[in-house]
């Protein structure tokens, strides 16, 4: 459970991003230095935006989800603030991402991981499937979670 008086607000474009990119501003381009004209794209046009909000409409964490064909969906750009890491936000905007991708019917979600998350996505039922490789000078994987029984589990319990 990632605390009270949090909420998750899904934005579609051409809704007003903001508060997504404020989030993703803060953590790739200002501390993992990636170039501000890579971090926004034409994605983010067809992506639904989970934001995790606080109870006085601070933006904490964020993450997109979007279909890369009618059976792959993917999810990308997750951050939370830094001084919020470490509350399981990180975990739930991903498992709610999860649930509503699952509920719209992909078979799997494959995304590509900075390398140090790993273990991360691990525990959220990803699974590396290919080699490394670099993307905005950092080090990525793909990785792979399959819909079955299984991620029923974690959707069951966690909620805010
Ligand atoms: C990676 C990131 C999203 C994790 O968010 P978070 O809110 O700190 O993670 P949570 O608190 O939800 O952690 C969930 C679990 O993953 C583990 N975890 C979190 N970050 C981890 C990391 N980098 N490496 C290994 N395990 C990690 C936690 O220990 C926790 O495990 P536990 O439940 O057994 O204690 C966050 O560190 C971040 O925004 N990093 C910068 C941007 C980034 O790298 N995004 C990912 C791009 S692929």
């Not at 459970?1 to 993703?24: H, N």
């Not at 004209?37 to 994605?43: A, H, L, Q």
């Not at 979007?66 to 739930?92: C, D, I, N, W």
Request: hydrophobic content about 40%; aromatic content about 10%; proline content about 4%.
């Amino acid at each position: 459970m990632a605390g009270q008086g949090l909420a998750i607000k899904w934005i579609l474009f051409p809704e007003d991003l903001s508060q997504a990119y404020e989030v993703r501003r803060k953590v790739f381009v200002e501390e993992q230095n990636c170039p501000p004209e890579d971090e926004f794209d034409v994605i983010d046009k067809i992506s639904e935006h989970a934001v995790l909000m606080d109870s006085d409409d601070n933006a904490l964490a964020t993450a997109r989800i979007f279909e890369r064909s009618p059976e792959q969906a993917s999810l990308g750009r997750l951050a939370v603030l830094k001084e919020h890491r470490g509350k399981g936000y990180g975990f739930t905007i991903v498992d709610h991402c999860l649930q509503r991708l699952k509920k719209q019917g992909y078979p799997d979600v494959l995304i590509h991981a900075q390398t140090h998350a790993i273990p991360f996505y691990e525990n959220l039922g990803f699974e590396v499937i290919g080699d490394e490789f670099m993307e905005d000078n950092i080090p990525h994987v793909e990785m792979l979670h399959k819909f079955d029984d299984h991620s029923a589990i974690f959707f069951e319990n966690t909620q805010i």
